[in-house]
């Protein structure tokens, strides 16, 4: 099953701000939305977002979500070190019927 | 204590079978969708499975339909994932998931080896 696209890897300094990219189509992020999860190694994944800019309660106001189109994005600012993870989008495919996942994205605070 | 406990992983050879158990604790069992996602070994998420919250439709993967079904016991709220024709592609680390508002909560995983 297709899934979603996501950069491998994105490196940003201490501080500053990194936007995550995952582009679908229009049967999955463009239809639904996407949720971002955020996995530290040797860890489950933990919900970040959900309908593309909603957060749970207790995510930090740093990590925000949006959407265009067939494309959706995240956006953490004021680095920590603590961010550094693996990043995940995922997203339901109306036409295949199935869940499908981005690739994942490493971020690297420099 | 609200929380999801995956049981039942091991070292299987090819061709074998296996079943996972998911508990789930804390919550009402019934009121949501939960999934199968794993993990294999230094790679991604990928969704596996889920059954609706009433228990009839289920819906799987390309990878592993006709080879794994999920079912579930409400009265002991446990999901379960039976695992025939393993492969060893299907070496992961099998997570359930709760689905409310995304995937809003996680079991710890149980590792499944097919060697």
């Known amino acids: 099953q297709a899934g979603l696209t996501q950069p491998p890897s994105v490196s940003m300094g201490l501080r500053q701000t990194a936007t995550l990219t995952c582009t679908g189509n229009n049967n999955n992020v463009d239809f639904q939305g996407a949720i971002w999860l955020q996995q530290h190694q040797g860890h489950p994944p933990k919900l970040l977002s959900y309908?593309?800019?909603d957060r749970p309660s207790g995510i930090s106001e740093r990590f925000s979500a949006s959407r265009s189109g067939n494309t959706a994005s995240l956006t953490i600012t004021g680095l920590q070190s603590e961010d550094e993870a693996d990043y995940y989008c995922?997203?339901?495919?109306?036409?295949?019927?199935?869940?499908?996942f981005g690739g994942g994205t490493k971020l690297t605070v420099l | 204590q609200v929380q999801l406990v995956e049981s039942g992983g091991g070292v299987v050879q090819p061709g074998r079978s296996l079943r996972l158990s998911c508990a789930a604790s804390?919550?009402?069992?019934?009121?949501?969708?939960i999934h199968w996602v794993r993990q294999a070994p230094d790679k991604g998420l990928e969704w596996v499975t889920f059954?609706?919250?009433?228990?009839?439709?289920?819906f799987y993967a390309d990878s592993v339909k006709g080879r794994f079904t999920i079912s579930r016991d409400t009265s002991k709220n446990t999901l379960y994932l039976q695992m025939n024709s393993l492969r060893a592609e299907d070496t992961a680390m099998y997570y359930c998931a709760r689905e409310f508002d995304g995937f809003d909560m996680w079991g710890q995983g149980t590792m499944v080896t097919v060697s």
């Open positions: 995922s997203s339901w495919d109306r036409s295949l019927n199935a869940w499908v």
């Open positions: 804390g919550f009402t069992f019934t009121s949501y969708v």
């Open positions: 059954i609706q919250k009433d228990g009839g439709s289920k």
């Open positions: 309908r593309s800019n």
